[in-house]
Protein backbone atom coordinates (compact mmCIF):
# COMPACT_ATOMS: atom_id res chain seq x y z
CA UNK A 1 0.00 0.00 0.00
CA UNK A 2 1.14 3.31 -0.71
CA UNK A 3 0.30 6.44 1.67
CA UNK A 4 -0.42 9.66 -0.43
CA UNK A 5 0.89 12.39 2.44
CA UNK A 6 2.73 15.54 1.79
CA UNK A 7 6.12 14.56 2.98
CA UNK A 8 6.85 18.43 4.14
CA UNK A 9 4.56 18.44 6.93
CA UNK A 10 5.27 17.65 10.43
CA UNK A 11 2.21 16.67 11.71
CA UNK A 12 -0.70 15.18 10.14
CA UNK A 13 -4.07 15.51 11.02
CA UNK A 14 -6.55 12.57 11.75
CA UNK A 15 -8.70 13.26 8.81
CA UNK A 16 -5.38 13.51 6.50
CA UNK A 17 -4.26 9.83 7.69
CA UNK A 18 -7.21 8.80 7.69
CA UNK A 19 -8.29 9.26 4.36
CA UNK A 20 -4.92 7.99 3.37
CA UNK A 21 -4.80 4.91 4.40
CA UNK A 22 -8.71 4.58 3.27
CA UNK A 23 -10.08 4.09 6.13
CA UNK A 24 -12.24 5.99 9.03
CA UNK A 25 -10.92 7.99 11.99
CA UNK A 26 -12.79 6.03 13.87
CA UNK A 27 -10.12 2.62 13.42
CA UNK A 28 -7.31 5.34 13.66
CA UNK A 29 -8.87 6.16 16.91
CA UNK A 30 -8.94 2.66 18.00
CA UNK A 31 -5.51 1.55 16.96
CA UNK A 32 -3.73 5.05 18.82
CA UNK A 33 -5.49 3.58 21.97
CA UNK A 34 -4.45 0.07 21.08
CA UNK A 35 -0.90 0.29 19.88
CA UNK A 36 1.53 1.96 22.58
CA UNK A 37 3.74 2.78 19.69
CA UNK A 38 2.08 5.30 18.43
CA UNK A 39 2.06 8.50 20.43
CA UNK A 40 0.62 11.43 18.39
CA UNK A 41 0.61 14.97 19.86
CA UNK A 42 -2.52 16.81 21.05
CA UNK A 43 -3.68 20.39 19.75
CA UNK A 44 -5.27 22.78 22.13
CA UNK A 45 -8.64 21.04 21.14
CA UNK A 46 -7.31 17.70 21.91
CA UNK A 47 -7.43 16.93 17.97
CA UNK A 48 -4.42 14.02 17.51
CA UNK A 49 -1.67 15.07 15.00
CA UNK A 50 0.36 12.90 14.12
CA UNK A 51 4.00 12.80 13.10
CA UNK A 52 5.82 10.92 9.98
CA UNK A 53 6.75 8.74 11.99
CA UNK A 54 3.35 7.64 13.48
CA UNK A 55 2.49 7.58 9.86
CA UNK A 56 5.19 4.90 9.08
CA UNK A 57 4.09 2.89 12.78
CA UNK A 58 0.50 3.37 11.41
CA UNK A 59 1.94 1.75 8.26
CA UNK A 60 3.16 -1.18 9.59
CA UNK A 61 -0.02 -1.97 11.98
CA UNK A 62 -2.31 -1.34 8.57
CA UNK A 63 0.44 -4.17 6.51
CA UNK A 64 -0.11 -6.29 9.64
CA UNK A 65 -3.38 -6.42 10.58
CA UNK A 66 -5.06 -5.13 6.98
CA UNK A 67 -2.73 -7.38 4.60
CA UNK A 68 -1.34 -10.16 6.51
CA UNK A 69 -4.54 -10.86 9.02
CA UNK A 70 -2.70 -10.71 11.78
CA UNK A 71 -5.40 -10.35 14.89
CA UNK A 72 -4.46 -6.78 17.01
CA UNK A 73 -2.90 -8.88 19.75
CA UNK A 74 -0.47 -11.12 17.11
CA UNK A 75 0.37 -7.69 15.69
CA UNK A 76 0.98 -6.13 19.37
CA UNK A 77 3.25 -9.36 20.37
CA UNK A 78 4.65 -8.78 16.43
CA UNK A 79 5.56 -5.27 16.72
CA UNK A 80 7.16 -5.73 20.69
CA UNK A 81 9.71 -9.07 19.49
CA UNK A 82 10.90 -7.50 16.30
CA UNK A 83 9.71 -3.63 16.20
CA UNK A 84 13.29 -2.52 15.21
CA UNK A 85 13.55 -5.90 12.54
CA UNK A 86 9.99 -5.24 11.29
CA UNK A 87 10.15 -1.77 10.50
CA UNK A 88 13.64 -2.51 8.81
CA UNK A 89 11.90 -4.77 6.92
CA UNK A 90 9.14 -3.15 6.22
CA UNK A 91 10.96 -0.25 4.97
CA UNK A 92 12.96 -2.24 2.37
CA UNK A 93 9.90 -3.53 0.74
CA UNK A 94 8.24 -0.21 0.44
CA UNK A 95 11.79 1.07 -0.79
CA UNK A 96 11.58 -1.68 -3.67
CA UNK A 97 7.58 -1.13 -4.39
CA UNK A 98 8.38 2.23 -4.89
CA UNK A 99 11.72 1.24 -7.11
CA UNK A 100 9.08 -1.09 -8.88
CA UNK A 101 6.57 1.38 -9.83
CA UNK A 102 9.01 3.90 -10.97
CA UNK A 103 11.05 1.22 -13.60
CA UNK A 104 7.50 0.35 -14.55
CA UNK A 105 6.31 3.42 -15.47
CA UNK A 106 10.15 3.53 -17.51
CA UNK A 107 9.61 0.32 -19.26
CA UNK A 108 6.59 2.25 -20.37
CA UNK A 109 8.11 4.94 -21.61
CA UNK A 110 10.34 3.02 -23.78
Known sequence: MHIELAPEKRYYSIGEVAKAFGVNTSLIRFWDS?????KPKKNAKG???FTPED???LQLIYH???E???TLEGAKTHLKEGQKKSLDKFDII???EAIKTQLTLIK???
Open 68 to 70: RGF
Open 47 to 49: NRM
Open 34 to 38: EFDIL
Open 64 to 66: LVK
Open 55 to 57: VKN
Open 94 to 96: RKL
Open 108 to 110: NEL
